[in-house]
């Protein structure tokens, strides 16, 4: 079954700029979507079609994509972004998820 | 504003079933593919149906192909999640979500997600 792979966790300091990868051998051919979901709330997206920000999204969360990799880019991180990080595509008619990157900001 | 909400969620034995519910307001139901999106405690998410906004067209995780089935009534607004066969893997917050298509119409991002409903399976 497809995979998407996502490093378990990333460290930044407040106001410096946080980078979650997404891999997957299909990704240079599909679009993917980014999630952020804080303990015990819904997931939220961020970031879809590879670059695109939904309305409300801080200008701080961009997306990116170059070959098989995906990148979520949060630039001057704050202390709220501090959240688990999903990434997102399709594949044959089944949705995929990454297994998720723990952002903490310290 | 766009608002789902589920409901459904219980403490079920092995082998029970439960049938969720998702009711949407503050957008045009009808217009929007939809789909179940689940989170077993303390891990990731994990995708498990999707159907169109007729019905006409459905997509079933391989974990739950020919155990869930969904379905929904575009006259009340609601998304249905059909559980049988529940096995203790089956525990998990179950959302239900929107999805809109991106690209070439084949894949889709979920953009309104619901608070979401407990699914504890357990003798």
């Known amino acids: 079954s497809y995979e998407l792979t996502q490093p378990p966790s990333v460290s930044v300091s407040p106001g410096q700029t946080a980078t979650i990868t997404c891999s997957g051998d299909k990704l240079g051919d599909q679009f993917a979507s980014w999630y952020l979901q804080k303990p015990g709330q819904s997931p939220v997206l961020v970031i879809y079609q590879d670059t695109k920000r939904p309305s409300g999204i801080p200008e701080r969360f961009s997306g990116s994509s170059s070959g098989n990799t995906v990148t979520l880019t949060i630039s001057g991180t704050q202390a709220m972004d501090e959240a688990d990080y999903y990434c997102q595509a399709w594949d044959s008619n089944t949705a995929v998820f990454g297994g998720g990157t723990k952002l903490t900001v310290l | 504003q766009v608002q789902l909400v589920e409901s459904g969620g219980d403490l079920v034995k092995p082998g029970g079933s439960l049938r969720l519910s998702c009711v949407g307001s503050?957008?045009?139901?009808?217009?929007?593919?939809m789909t179940w999106i689940r989170q077993a405690p303390g891990k990731g998410l994990e995708w498990v149906s999707y159907i169109s906004s007729s019905g006409g067209t459905i997509y079933d995780a391989d974990s739950v192909k020919g155990r869930f089935t969904i379905s929904r009534d575009n006259a009340k607004n609601s998304l249905y999640l059909q559980i049988n066969s529940l096995r203790a893997e089956d525990t998990a917050v179950y959302y239900c979500?929107?999805?809109?298509?991106?690209?070439?119409?084949?894949?889709?991002?979920?953009?309104?997600w619901g608070p979401g409903t407990l699914v504890t399976v357990s003798s």
């Open positions: 503050g957008f045009t139901f009808r217009g929007y593919y």
């Open positions: 979500a929107t999805a809109s298509p991106v690209g070439d119409g084949h894949s889709y991002f979920f953009e309104y």
